[in-house]
């Protein structure tokens, strides 16, 4: 019960800040970085690459455009006439069994919904799924590739888990988290806690 209330809060906050009403939602990021990047050059450029998975894929340019604030405050300026650098950026979203997953929520008997098992409960006319089936790991990472060498110089992760949220407020500031430190990040994996603000 006590695990049920507690995602329950979580839940709710984070229904408000999707919502807009909500002041602040910190949100928690595992950082690790590699840089061979000693200096970097002044206004230092970049456009942006892709693999072929991502040259097919029609939601890319809209991550690109997720991402374009974190690597300008950053340092980056983006200009694709004359690159020093490459970007390529990526993100991934997937459903898991929430820590607070408490199970004696439902009746017993219930069946197995969406992504890894998580169990709904029959009753009141239907299924209902478990509120501890709305939990979320997401991942971005960066890769910047020096152009005139055509090496690696810089790479980051940022790997985050909550409650619903939208991609489209969590993934920039997931990518703010990754290029904290950048181009000499601290090395080892690190937390990186983001303020999230919503106005109401």
Not at 58 to 75: H, K
Not at 126 to 151: H, M, T
Request: net charge neutral.
């Amino acid at each position: 019960m006590l695990r049920t209330m507690k995602f329950l809060v979580a839940a709710a906050a984070a229904v408000l800040l999707f919502t807009g009403c909500a002041n602040t939602y910190l949100l928690d990021n595992q950082v690790q970085s590699f840089s061979q990047l000693p200096a970097l050059p002044a206004q230092p450029t970049f456009r942006y690459e892709r693999s072929l998975a991502q040259q097919a894929d029609p939601t890319q340019p809209g991550l690109e455009a997720l991402a374009d604030a974190a690597l300008f405050r950053a340092g980056l300026r983006r200009d694709d006439t004359a690159p020093q650098f490459s970007v390529q950026v990526s993100a991934r979203t997937e459903q898991v069994l929430s820590p607070y997953a408490d199970p004696y929520w439902g009746w017993p008997g219930g069946w197995s919904i969406g992504i890894g098992g998580h169990h709904g409960a029959i009753g009141f006319g239907g299924p209902w799924p478990r509120a501890d089936s709305y939990w979320f790991r997401r991942e971005v990472g960066v890769i910047i590739r020096e152009l005139s060498s055509n090496r690696v110089v810089y790479e980051t992760h940022a790997l985050s888990d909550g409650p619903v949220l939208d991609n489209r407020v969590v993934l920039p500031a997931m990518f703010d988290a990754a290029m904290q430190g950048f181009p000499h990040p601290p090395p080892g994996p690190r937390r990186v806690a983001i303020q999230l603000g919503a106005n109401s």
